[in-house]
């Protein structure tokens, strides 16, 4: 019943800003929602959720203050804003939707993910 499908992916150089968005089918208003991040050969790694209500949006450590997350219930899209980019953040961007708990870094508990946007940072 629910999909997500990520979008806005792209080839960037170090220290340039990239806007991630996935789109939702199915009603999610009330799931909370998160964004991950894989490297090659790397584990899936947290990078941000937020709850259905949009309320304390939480990050990783290392990505507090650089990255934004927001949510648009009525167009049931999940927006990640990413500033000051590094190699380092190269990955397959997913987006990820669970009910019934807050934002968690634990990949595990979503329940739903969409098939991942591709981001190439060059130095």
């Known amino acids: 019943q629910v999909q997500l499908s990520e979008s806005g992916g792209g080839s960037v150089q170090a220290g340039d800003s990239l806007t991630l968005s996935c789109a939702a089918t199915?009603?999610?208003?009330?799931?909370?929602m998160a964004w991950f991040r894989q490297a090659p050969g790397k584990e899936r790694i947290f990078v941000g959720g937020i709850s259905w209500d949009g309320n304390g949006p939480n990050y990783a450590d290392a990505l507090s203050g650089r990255f934004e997350i927001s949510r648009d219930n009525n167009k049931e899209t999940l927006v990640l804003k990413m500033h000051n980019l590094k190699p380092e953040h190269a990955a397959v961007y997913y987006c990820a939707g669970q009910t019934g708990r807050p934002p968690s870094p634990q990949a595990c508990v979503y329940r739903y993910w969409g098939h991942g946007t591709q981001v190439t940072v060059s130095s």
């Open positions: 199915g009603s999610t208003v009330r799931y909370t």
